[in-house]
């Protein structure tokens, strides 16, 4: 029974180490970000890109881990409901960027990045649209 003890509480040091891990990864992912939009050169570009999606990466890998620590590997399998509200912020998402690239329609720049972001969103709604019904198909 010791050593059950033992085991429950190196598995709860474990999680909270982790936690730890999963939030300075998120917060690390925040500063590139916010870092991005302010590099110009190409070169320092790239590599806060590679930062960002090996940071994703390793914020997903913490995240796996940590779930079955909690018994909850169930919680990432994608839900109707669920893939429902991410096509509805999809949906808002893309219609605030296409009233943003309006509204900036004199910046033919910025009104062009905008329309090009609210494109990738259609495009991820079709994404979660087709998930939607794999999901359906696989029950």
């Given at each position: 029974?010791?050593?059950?003890?033992?085991?429950?509480?190196?598995?709860?040091?474990?999680?909270?180490?982790?936690?730890?891990?999963?939030?300075?990864?998120?917060?690390?992912?925040?500063?590139?970000?916010?870092?991005?939009?302010?590099?110009?050169?190409?070169?320092?570009?790239?590599?806060?890109?590679?930062?960002?999606?090996?940071?994703?990466?390793?914020?997903?890998?913490?995240?796996?881990?940590?779930?079955?620590?909690?018994?909850?590997?169930?919680?990432?399998?994608?839900?109707?409901?669920?893939?429902?509200?991410?096509?509805?912020?999809?949906?808002?998402?893309?219609?605030?960027?296409?009233?943003?690239?309006?509204?900036?329609?004199?910046?033919?720049?910025?009104?062009?990045?905008?329309?090009?972001?609210?494109?990738?969103?259609?495009?991820?709604?079709?994404i979660l649209e087709h998930l939607s019904e794999l999901v359906e198909a696989s029950k």
């Open positions: 029974m010791d050593s059950r003890i033992q085991q429950l509480e190196r598995k709860q040091k474990l999680y909270l180490m982790l936690r730890e891990q999963h939030d300075a990864e998120v917060k690390e992912l925040m500063h590139y970000m916010s870092v991005l939009t302010n590099v110009e050169n190409n070169l320092v570009r790239s590599y806060i890109h590679t930062l960002l999606t090996d940071g994703l990466r390793h914020v997903e890998y913490i995240a796996r881990i940590m779930a079955d620590i909690e018994g909850a590997t169930g919680s990432y399998h994608f839900t109707k409901k669920g893939i429902a509200e991410s096509i509805e912020d999809e949906k808002n998402s893309r219609d605030i960027l296409l009233k943003c690239a309006e509204l900036a329609s004199e910046d033919i720049e910025t009104a062009a990045i905008l329309k090009s972001i609210s494109v990738d969103e259609e495009h991820h709604i079709k």
